[in-house]
């Protein structure tokens, strides 16, 4: 499987540019205020081509001035470590209007679209997102995150990301929840 990921991953950079995806996504980042949390540490070291996971779940918090609240999103993300790509990143963030938490995630390029993604906890039930859109970074999926869904996050162990590449192959990424309770405590 591991195998697999490092030949999907490293098949969707040389298609996809990366060099150029990564120098436009510098290029057209908003700026944005300092964090209110610290950043965290660097990914874990693992073989050259593996997936590591951030340390856990991340909490950020912004505002668009002094005077504005703060607008706080709690995130987790599985890069590739040869090249530092991001493979998925999963944000998740409390709607001001609706008081509901919303998934946003992101995937990489070269994803067999209609299938979507499926995010699954533990060994529960999936949950099917269909890919929104695409961009030069990757394609995202974003859904609300239903009551249920929500508990099973906050008592679960794992999150399991999975989508097909365009050979029809499921890659399958997992991140950790061990964390997760206390980043949403912090964002709720």
Partial sequence: MQSRLVAFVA?????AGAAHAQQGAKKNAAPSAPAAQPVPAPTQPQADGAAAQQPGWVVRCTSVSRDAPLECAME???VLTKTGQTIVLINIRIAPDTRTPVALLQLPLGLN???GAKLQVDEGKTVDLPIQTCENRGCYASTPIAPDLLGTLRSGKQLKVSFQNMAKETIAIPMPLGDFAAAYDKIK
């Fill in 11 to 15: 098949a969707v950079l040389l298609s």
């Fill in 76 to 78: 987790q993300n599985a």
């Fill in 113 to 115: 679209l209609p299938i």
